[in-house]
């Protein structure tokens, strides 16, 4: 099920609020909270997304007609809040490479169904529609998270 856009601040706002509990737990083993500054306005924020593990780090995925991925164009300090710890982090965004996103679109979708629908990508029995995950792959974004040192975004 996708939910409504306009719902996403509200449940972005619940979710951080969630990881820091103590009822994180529900949660943390797939979900973050990545918090920085951005770029431009020099603000802090912090979103939550949906993680995956890899050998050298952790990856996001997102679309291009999200905003806060472009202050990740170029490798930039964070923190990501995993399993009720914040961590310093390193994150960057690749847009445009469906060789490095399609494996990683499937791993997740394999893992989480429905987060394909917010790339607008229908599941059949556990499988992308081939015509949607090509669309889908013109506008996905993976974002790099790796380990990083004790500067902090706050």
């Not at 291009?64 to 710890?85: P, Q």
């Amino acid at each position: 099920m996708k939910l409504p856009h306009a719902l996403f601040r509200l449940i972005n706002l619940v979710m951080v609020t969630l990881l820091r509990s103590p009822l994180h737990g529900f949660f943390s083993k797939s979900i973050l909270a990545l918090r920085y500054r951005g770029v431009k306005s020099g603000r802090l924020f912090t979103v939550p997304a949906r993680y995956h593990r890899t050998a050298d780090g952790l990856v996001l995925l997102t679309s291009d007609d999200t905003r806060w991925w472009h202050n990740f164009k170029e490798v930039a300090a964070a923190e990501a809040l995993i399993e009720r710890a914040w961590m310093p982090v390193h994150v960057q965004a690749v847009r445009g490479d469906p060789v490095l996103a399609e494996p990683i679109m499937r791993e997740m979708w394999a893992r989480h169904p429905a987060d394909a629908a917010y790339m607008n990508v229908r599941m059949r029995d556990g499988v992308p529609d081939p015509a949607d995950l090509q669309r889908a792959l013109k506008t996905a974004v993976v974002v790099r998270i790796k380990p990083g040192d004790a500067a902090s975004p706050g």
